[in-house]
């Protein structure tokens, strides 16, 4: 497979995103690849949908708010139901910078991963890399992957990566929850995918505001931790 | 009025009311079947409350009443934690169906959307 053979999908999950929504779907098209865009509208309240239409994406809307779980496994079933070769998630708010769209995917043309993710520590290369709590944060969750399943990942929480047909077909199926991006990655190691990185910058976001809160990222902590070592003790067969 | 009446009057009125949510369709029975042990249990204990003294005193309960409150917070807790179970089951179900529905929907707009390509003349 090569970028233009492969079929791909972008994945935009999106929650009132108005304002921020169009620009990202441009910065996507500007580089011409032939890659579809989906943008999924999780119950925005917003002209999210609107402006991703006017944008030129496609947008499946979802009746109610599901969560970013929810968001983004619809996308993955829509992968697999229309025979998707590679699914890259890329947030909606600005975040993730297209021109590593290629980077991201190359891994998964080669046949050297079955996951890529974008990573922001793997250089030091300037760009945002997230406040200091949101890093020690990561820090835990890469200790944590490490410890359970001897995978090194730098960048756990990035929501920027990219999937072949065998964890799309996964993942459409059985996707986690609320803060799935840690627990997604064990969850595609139990099923012995290869799991790989790439460097990528990240921008600050520009507009609207990060799906979690103070308050809110101390549960996420202790949810996405028990979620981690439930994976470890339920049996392959279960899944 | 003494208690013993009162006690077999409550729970036979209690059993007697889920089975009329079973027979109007409010309650199906899957879901009744817990509500109709525990309130047979009550009718029974209230006939029989020799038997539950007994049993009390057997299990090491002092006082009877330590008993019945002890039994229905497992009871209670008990069938708390099985309506959670339903509750996470349906919203699984209802997430599941959120993602389907708007899957659908698109892929029926796309198709309108083809129509109305084909035949421009039909389109209103």
Same mark, same amino acid.
């Given at each position: 497979?090569?970028?233009?053979?492969?079929?791909?999908?972008?994945? $935009?999950?999106a929650f009132? %995103?108005?304002?921020?929504?169009?620009?990202?779907?441009?910065?996507?098209?500007?580089?011409?690849? &032939?890659?579809?865009?989906l943008v999924i509208d999780d119950g925005s309240?917003?002209?999210t949908v609107q402006?991703a239409l %006017?944008?030129?994406?496609r947008v499946v809307s979802l009746p109610f708010n599901l969560?970013?779980?929810?968001a983004?496994?619809t996308?993955?079933?829509?992968?697999? %139901?229309?025979?998707?070769?590679?699914? $890259?998630?890329?947030?909606?708010?600005?975040?993730?910078?297209?021109?590593?769209?290629?980077?991201?995917?190359?891994?998964?043309?080669?046949?050297?991963?079955?996951?890529?993710?974008?990573?922001?520590?793997?250089?030091?290369?300037?760009?945002?890399?997230?406040?200091?709590?949101?890093?020690?944060?990561?820090?835990?969750? $890469?200790?944590?992957?490490?410890?359970?399943?001897?995978?090194?990942?730098?960048?756990?929480?990035?929501?920027?990566?990219?999937?072949?047909?065998?964890?799309?077909?996964?993942?459409?199926?059985?996707? &986690?929850?609320?803060?799935?991006? &840690?627990?997604?990655?064990?969850?595609?190691?139990?099923?012995?995918?290869?799991?790989?990185? $790439?460097?990528?910058?990240?921008?600050?976001? %520009?507009?609207?505001?990060?799906?979690?809160?103070?308050?809110?990222?101390?549960?996420?902590?202790?949810?996405?931790?028990?979620?981690?070592?439930?994976?470890?003790?339920?049996?392959?067969?279960?899944? | 009025?003494?208690?013993?009446?009162?006690?077999?009057?409550?729970?036979?009125?209690?059993?007697?009311?889920?089975?009329?949510?079973?027979?109007?369709?409010?309650?199906?029975?899957?879901?009744?079947?817990?509500?109709?042990?525990?309130?047979?249990?009550?009718?029974?204990?209230?006939?029989?409350?020799?038997?539950?003294?007994?049993?009390?005193?057997?299990?090491?309960?002092?006082?009877?009443?330590?008993?019945?409150?002890?039994?229905?917070?497992?009871?209670?807790?008990?069938?708390?934690?099985?309506?959670?179970?339903?509750?996470?089951?349906?919203?699984?179900?209802?997430?599941?169906?959120a993602q389907?529905i708007a899957l659908l929907e698109f892929?029926?707009k796309?198709?309108?959307?083809?129509?109305?390509?084909?035949?421009?003349?039909?389109?209103?």
């Amino acid at each position: 497979m090569n970028v233009t053979s492969a079929k791909v999908l972008i994945i $935009v999950p999106a929650f009132n %995103e108005s304002g921020n929504i169009a620009r990202s779907i441009k910065d996507i098209q500007k580089y011409n690849h &032939p890659f579809d865009i989906l943008v999924i509208d999780d119950g925005s309240k917003d002209k999210t949908v609107q402006e991703a239409l %006017e944008a030129g994406a496609r947008v499946v809307s979802l009746p109610f708010n599901l969560g970013i779980g929810g968001a983004v496994q619809t996308g993955f079933q829509y992968a697999l %139901e229309h025979g998707y070769d590679i699914a $890259v998630q890329m947030d909606g708010d600005g975040q993730h910078d297209a021109s590593f769209l290629v980077k991201l995917i190359t891994p998964i043309l080669e046949g050297q991963a079955d996951m890529v993710i974008g990573s922001r520590f793997i250089e030091d290369n300037g760009g945002f890399k997230s406040s200091f709590s949101r890093r020690l944060g990561i820090r835990f969750f $890469v200790r944590l992957i490490d410890a359970l399943t001897g995978l090194n990942i730098s960048d756990p929480t990035s929501g920027f990566r990219a999937h072949n047909q065998k964890i799309i077909t996964a993942f459409a199926d059985n996707y &986690p929850q609320d803060f799935p991006e &840690p627990e997604a990655i064990v969850v595609a190691k139990r099923l012995g995918g290869r799991i790989s990185e $790439v460097a990528v910058l990240m921008r600050k976001r %520009e507009g609207g505001q990060s799906s979690i809160g103070q308050l809110k990222s101390i549960y996420y902590m202790f949810k996405v931790t028990f979620a981690i070592c439930l994976h470890m003790i339920r049996s392959r067969e279960s899944r | 009025m003494n208690i013993h009446f009162l006690a077999i009057l409550l729970s036979s009125l209690m059993f007697l009311f889920v089975v009329d949510l079973v027979r109007r369709h409010k309650l199906t029975f899957k879901y009744a079947l817990a509500w109709l042990l525990v309130s047979a249990a009550g009718v029974f204990f209230a006939v029989f409350h020799k038997f539950l003294f007994k049993l009390a005193g057997f299990l090491g309960f002092e006082l009877p009443s330590n008993f019945i409150f002890f039994t229905l917070f497992c009871v209670f807790l008990f069938l708390s934690l099985v309506l959670t179970v339903f509750l996470c089951q349906q919203n699984n179900r209802n997430d599941t169906m959120a993602q389907k529905i708007a899957l659908l929907e698109f892929e029926i707009k796309q198709i309108k959307q083809n129509l109305s390509k084909y035949s421009p003349s039909q389109k209103q």
